[in-house]
């Protein structure tokens, strides 16, 4: 059965201090590698697609990565604004986006 | 512009009512999702139409009825639901089911459902 685990389930940063969130995957097939922010009462939010290992995605201070196993969302120089719950989803041989938890990102001023 | 929207935004409805949820999308999709969202949840899957047709049903009780009038709208008609079905529901687009590389979805803002 596909699989993603996201870790951690939250983190708590000051601003201007990066790190990353880790999302580990056992998909079937990949054909895809998503990554969504949402905010509170909110639908997802599009950030990125990745399809191969080693490919990279970069906009603002995110920036994702992907190996055979895991994708990883490092936050550069992070600030308030970038709080939020940031998702992560494969998509293998069938039509569902299968889900991680999710990683609640809280930036303090 | 990759922009989906859903109507209302709000709705409280009784064990007994019958209401519909709107979305739309003029991206020129051709694939449509609803999703259910409880609180502190991923999103879950409940219905997926490409090119109007209804692809897969995630056992989702028949007090849901999802509808496909054309290419740019996707309809949730809904009756006799129950407290427990509460949640934020979500409408995606994507440019289709098919290809070798999954193309992303894009997500409305949802609707917030409260069964009284």
């Known amino acids: 059965e596909d699989q993603v685990t996201q870790s951690p389930e939250a983190l708590r940063l000051q601003e201007g201090e990066s790190s990353s969130l880790n999302c580990s995957y056992t998909v079937s097939g990949l054909r895809g590698l998503f990554w969504y922010r949402q905010d509170p009462g909110k639908g997802p939010e599009f950030l990125f697609t990745l399809y191969s290992a080693g490919e990279e995605k970069e906009k603002e201070r995110l920036k994702a990565t992907l190996t055979k196993k895991e994708s990883f969302l490092h936050i550069t120089a992070p600030k308030p604004e970038d709080s939020a719950t940031y998702l992560c989803a494969g998509k293998g041989g069938s039509e569902k986006l299968v889900f991680g938890k999710g990683t609640k990102l809280t930036v303090n001023p | 512009d990759t922009e989906v929207t859903q109507t209302p935004k709000h709705l409280v409805m009784g064990m007994t009512n019958k209401k519909s949820l709107k979305c739309e999308q003029h991206?020129?999709?051709?694939?449509m999702y609803w999703y259910k969202q409880k609180a502190k949840k991923p999103p879950e899957l409940m219905f997926v139409y490409s090119y109007e047709k209804l692809s897969i049903n995630e056992s989702v009780p028949s007090r849901f009825s999802p509808e496909c009038p054309n290419s740019s709208l996707l309809n949730l008609h809904l009756h006799a639901l129950q407290p427990e079905d509460s949640a934020l529901y979500l409408c995606a687009s994507s440019r289709s089911l098919i290809g070798l590389a999954a193309s992303e979805q894009y997500f409305g803002p949802g609707t917030r459902l409260t069964v009284t």
């Open positions: 991206m020129g999709h051709r694939a």
